[in-house]
C-alpha cells in the first residue's frame, strides 16, 4: 500500500512539473491524446489494483509528465516508460533521473519491438483513447510475456471489452479479449480527475493474461476469421454473414446452431462450435 507521505510528495513534484511544462511554452497535444491524471488517490487506485511487487518488470505506455511512473518505480522493480511525445521523454529524463530503475524511452509503443524487453513484464498504464483497441491487440501478441495489464481506458472501450453475448457493444474485441484475458472493470475515473478533462469518463479494466487460450480451440486462427467475418455485419443472421463459407448451413447444423441468430447472440462457446465444425469441411 502507499503512504500518505509519498502521495503527496508526488502529488507536489506533479504539480511543479505541470507548471514548469507550462511556463515553458509545453501545449499538450490532443492529436496524441494527453490527458493527465492528477488525483493521487486514484493513482494509488491504480497501482493497488495492479498488484505489482518488487520482483516485476512493469512497462507504462503515455507516462506524459510521470506522477504514475513515480509511483510504479517505488514498488516496481524496473519501470520501462515509452513516451512518443519527444520534448515530454527528454523532460521525463529529467524530473526521473534520481530513480535509477526507471528507464524512459521515446518511442511509438504500436511500433516499439516488446521482445527487446528481457523477461515477462506486466502492463500499468494511462493509455491514450485513440491508440486504446490497436494497442490492445499489439498487447496479445506478447502474451506469453505479459501476465497482466492494468489499464485505463475510455469507459466505452472498457465496457466492450467486458461485454456479454445479448449486449449491443458484444463483438470482435469482446470475443478477442475473453479469449486470452480474464478481465475485469476495477472503477470509473471522472473526466474532471484528468488535465485537460477528456470528453468522456475513464473506467481502469485489470486482465489476468493467459499464454495460450483460456478455451479449447481446434484452430484458433480459423476461429478469429470465424468472429471477425461474422460481426462485420452484425445485423444480419449467422448464416447470413458466413455465407462465403463452403458448407456453413451444414456447419451450423452439426455446431447445434440456430442460423436465424445475429453474430451478437452467440457466446464464445458457440463460435468455437462452429469453427471446429467448418475445420472438418477443410
Excluded at 487506485?45 to 513515480?70: A, F, H, K, N
Aim: aromatic share 10%; charged share 25%; glycine share 4%.
Amino acid at each position: 500500500m502507499l503512504n500518505d507521505n509519498f502521495l503527496r510528495q508526488t502529488f507536489i513534484k506533479y504539480t511543479m512539473h505541470w507548471m514548469t511544462a507550462v511556463c515553458h511554452n509545453m501545449p499538450v497535444r490532443r492529436p496524441l491524446g494527453q490527458h493527465f491524471l492528477f488525483d493521487p488517490n486514484i493513482l494509488k487506485r491504480i497501482i493497488d489494483s495492479s498488484g505489482i511487487t518488487p520482483e516485476d518488470t512493469v512497462l507504462e505506455i503515455g507516462p506524459g509528465l510521470g506522477t504514475m511512473t513515480r509511483l510504479l518505480a517505488h514498488y516496481a522493480g524496473k519501470v520501462i516508460a515509452i513516451e512518443v511525445d519527444s520534448r515530454l521523454s527528454e523532460r521525463l529524463k529529467e524530473t526521473l533521473s534520481s530513480a535509477a530503475n526507471v528507464e524512459i524511452i521515446n518511442a511509438d509503443a504500436l511500433k516499439y519491438p516488446f521482445n527487446d524487453i528481457s523477461g515477462k513484464f506486466k502492463v500499468v498504464a494511462n493509455i491514450p483513447y485513440y491508440i486504446t483497441t490497436p494497442l490492445l491487440f499489439r498487447f496479445l501478441e506478447f502474451k506469453e510475456r505479459i501476465p497482466s495489464m492494468t489499464l485505463l481506458m475510455q469507459k466505452e472501450v472498457a465496457e466492450r471489452i467486458v461485454a456479454k453475448p445479448g449486449r449491443k457493444d458484444y463483438g470482435v474485441l469482446s470475443i478477442t479479449a475473453q479469449l486470452y484475458t480474464r478481465p475485469e472493470i476495477k472503477f470509473i475515473v471522472s473526466r474532471g480527475t484528468f488535465s485537460p478533462p477528456p470528453r468522456v469518463d475513464s473506467a481502469l479494466v485489470h486482465f489476468e493474461v493467459s499464454g495460450e487460450p483460456i478455451y479449447k480451440i481446434k484452430d484458433e486462427r480459423l476461429f478469429l476469421k470465424v468472429v471477425k467475418t461474422a460481426f462485420s455485419q452484425r445485423r444480419k443472421t449467422i448464416l447470413n454473414t458466413l455465407k462465403s463459407y463452403a458448407g456453413i448451413k451444414e456447419a451450423l447444423d452439426r455446431a447445434g446452431i440456430d442460423p436465424k441468430l445475429r453474430p451478437e447472440n452467440l457466446s464464445i462457446e458457440d463460435f468455437i462450435k462452429i469453427a471446429d465444425a467448418l475445420s472438418r469441411s477443410f
